[in-house]
């Protein structure tokens, strides 16, 4: 029975504490036996879940660089409810700062390595922009900094007005964004998606593997309202970032200043944040130590493939522990 099959599925292998706690914001510290001087913080997207780097045993991120004795320690962003709706993206960066200064103190060290995952890619550039002096090593995985480009869900996001939608229903729903990531591509992410299920049902591990993302995909959390005007009026429409004219509280966010290592870590065939969102910002950075990491997957696939856990993660790590 797939019933039994499915039976307590969750992903999340890997044991943490929970440090600090700020209404929805938190900061989690992995448990291990870490033997690097440098602690790592990973800054994970404020869409979806951070446990797609967690997923299981045998795809999980976060098991790998504990196994390599890097001290990983994670900001989730939480659930944004009704009330939060008047977030604003400079809470996240004072939050993230809270959180860098905080593991510094812990583990007594003037720099950490920062890992930024999706939109917490953009938001670890920012951060790495304005404190470049408390950065050791930048990590930007499917990072989109550059959002002038020609993947379908960057047109989509440059034609909305958001501010209809966070006033229409105060903050953008996880519903509503997990219909927009399937609309990109339907045929694959809906139909063959549950025909792939329906051909491997009497293959236990396939089956388990399915329910294991889909309980990920579906654990969707709102993002703020105004965070999410501000991300798409000022990243997607204006490419600010990219531009020079963001500000965070009325300092400029200049990637000038990124001076410090750098590990790029993209995907081929990322249908989210393709290459191109990027390569400008990749090629602009002043950094002498900078390299970048194609997977030949896709947004999803360069956390949880076999292939990526192969090929891409022993020499990302690798990268990681010789700068630790």
Not at 153 to 177: M, Q, V
Request: overall charge negative; aromatic content about 12%.
């Amino acid at each position: 029975m797939i019933s039994e099959k499915i039976k307590n599925i969750k992903p999340g292998v890997c044991e943490y504490e929970i440090v600090h706690e700020d209404w929805v914001f938190r900061l989690l510290h992995y448990k291990g036996e870490p033997i690097y001087k440098t602690p790592v913080l990973i800054c994970y997207a404020f869409i979806n879940r951070p446990v797609i780097l967690d997923l299981h045993e045998e795809v999980s991120v976060i098991k790998r660089l504990l196994e390599a004795g890097l001290d990983i320690w994670m900001v989730d962003w939480g659930y944004p409810s009704f009330a939060d709706r008047h977030l604003r993206i400079s809470d996240y960066i004072d939050y993230l700062d809270f959180c860098v200064d905080l593991v510094r103190r812990e583990r007594k060290v003037d720099k950490l390595t920062l890992h930024g995952y999706c939109l917490g890619s953009t938001l670890a550039v920012i951060y790495s922009a304005l404190y470049p002096e408390k950065i050791k090593n930048l990590i930007i995985q499917t990072p989109p900094i550059n959002f002038d480009t020609e993947n379908t869900l960057a047109i989509w996001a440059k034609s909305i007005d958001p501010r209809k939608i966070s006033k229409a229903l105060f903050n953008a729903s996880g519903d509503l964004l997990n219909l927009a990531f399937l609309l990109v591509d339907p045929i694959r992410l809906i139909v063959g998606k549950y025909q792939s299920l329906i051909n491997s049902f009497e293959d236990e591990k396939s089956v388990k593997d399915f329910f294991f993302m889909d309980h990920w995909i579906f654990d969707s959390p709102s993002v703020a309202g105004d965070v999410f005007e501000e991300f798409i009026l000022r990243w997607y429409h204006g490419n600010e970032v990219m531009n020079g004219n963001y500000e965070i509280e009325g300092k400029k966010v200049d990637i000038s200043k990124i001076d410090m290592p750098v590990l790029v870590l993209a995907a081929e065939k990322d249908h989210i944040t393709p290459p191109e969102s990027v390569i400008p910002f990749f090629e602009k950075i002043p950094s002498r130590d900078k390299k970048m990491l194609l997977s030949e997957k896709g947004h999803i696939g360069l956390s949880v493939s076999k292939t990526s856990h192969s090929k891409i993660w022993p020499e990302a790590i690798r990268w990681i522990v010789e700068r630790s």
